[in-house]
């Protein structure tokens, strides 16, 4: 499976970006899929979740701002953040996993991984 991201960038705070991420080499839409990120010098930390039957999952530190989704017919997943704080401010990954439950949480080592998208929010 390879997993390219991409719409990062940069933007002030309480701004919105949508980032992408394509997905190729197999039946994706069977796995649990996520976004991820990490900061200079913080642990990795998983942002949200979204599994074949599209139950949503979100780390609580985006609850409510940010929204993930899936659309299988383009084999892309997508992050739409809103109302956006300097703290987001982090390398953005998507991940996949065909052998995990989504709604295991510990879990932060999906089985593939993209190359990430930096998102900067400026205050």
């Known amino acids: 499976v390879q997993l390219v991201e991409s719409g990062g960038g940069s933007v002030q705070a309480g701004g919105s970006l949508r980032l992408s991420c394509a997905v190729s080499g197999d039946t994706y839409s069977n796995y649990c899929m996520g976004w991820f990120r990490q900061a200079p010098g913080k642990e990795r930390e998983w942002v949200a979740r979204i599994n074949r039957d599209g139950d949503r999952i979100y780390g609580n530190t985006v609850q409510g701002r940010f929204t993930i989704s899936k659309d299988n017919a383009k084999n892309t997943l997508y992050l739409q953040m809103n109302s956006l704080k300097p703290d987001d401010s982090a390398m953005y990954y998507c991940?996949?996993?065909?052998?995990?439950?989504?709604?295991?949480?510990?879990?932060?080592?999906?089985?593939?991984r993209g190359q990430g998208t930096q998102v900067t929010v400026s205050s």
């Open positions: 991940a996949a996993d065909g052998g995990i439950s989504c709604y295991n949480t510990l879990i932060i080592n999906f089985q593939y």
